[in-house]
Structures are given as structure tokens and as C-alpha cells.
């Protein structure tokens, strides 16, 4: 499975950016993907992810009614429409995949299966 993050870029506050995932490969057995940040000295965190399974998705309260989460099957593409951008929104942003059970994706369990190579948000 690969991974490929697009859109990220610079935006000043309360700018809206929309982040891409384009997965190709064996994705048959992936039912949890995900997007992940890590802000310089900080660790990873979860931002939001999705189980197929069909439950809510999961938020980082500080992104809930912000940012939104989304899948296009068509055409393998995990988005993140990130609104209302903070200076503390700036990051590098993964994307991430598994096959993980519900509730661990639905909680925002870190993910250990496959990794984009990120793309860096910048808000100021």
C-alpha cells in the first residue's frame, strides 16, 4: 500500500486548506485510515480517522466542528477539509492506513501500518 499526501501549504488564520491521500496498492484488507500531525518538539497525534465499518469518525477535540474527514472509494482518496486553521494547527500531516478493529480506529489509535510521507501545514 502507498500513500501520498498532497495539499498542504502556507494560509494565514482562519484560512481553510484541503488535504488529499491518494492510496494505491492491495487495499483490500484496510478497513481504518486516518490522519495523523506532529508539530515541531511535539509528538505524533491523531486528527481524525475512519473506520469502514461505518461508525462515527474519530476528532481531536481541539479540530471537532473544524475539520472534517471524508473518503472518495472511487478513486482511493482519504481527504481532511481543515477550517478555521489556528497557528496551532501547524504541522507536518500524514496520512496513515490499517486493519485495525472499530473501536480502536473510532478512539484514534496511532496506526502501524502504512505511512505517506507527509505534507507540511503552515499557519501564521
Known amino acids: 500500500v502507498q500513500l501520498v499526501e498532497s495539499g498542504g501549504g502556507s494560509v494565514q488564520p482562519g484560512g481553510s486548506l484541503k488535504l488529499s491521500c491518494a492510496a494505491s496498492?492491495?487495499?483490500?484488507?484496510?478497513?481504518?485510515m486516518g490522519w495523523f500531525r506532529q508539530a515541531p518538539g511535539k509528538e505524533r497525534e491523531a486528527v481524525a480517522a475512519?473506520?469502514?465499518?461505518?461508525?462515527?469518525?474519530y476528532y481531536l477535540d481541539s479540530v471537532k466542528g473544524r475539520f472534517a474527514i471524508s473518503r472518495d472509494n472511487a478513486v482511493n482518496t482519504l481527504y481532511l477539509q481543515m477550517n478555521s486553521l489556528k497557528p496551532e494547527d501547524t504541522a507536518i500531516y500524514y496520512c496513515?492506513?490499517?486493519?485495525?478493529?472499530?473501536?480502536?480506529?473510532?478512539?484514534?489509535?496511532?496506526?502501524?501500518?502504512?505511512w505517506g510521507q507527509g505534507t507540511q501545514v503552515t499557519v501564521s
Open positions: 475512519m473506520h469502514t465499518g461505518g461508525s462515527s469518525p
Open positions: 496513515a492506513a490499517d486493519s485495525v478493529p472499530l473501536t480502536y480506529c473510532s478512539g484514534g489509535g496511532y496506526l502501524r501500518g502504512y
Open positions: 496498492g492491495y487495499m483490500y484488507n484496510i478497513n481504518c
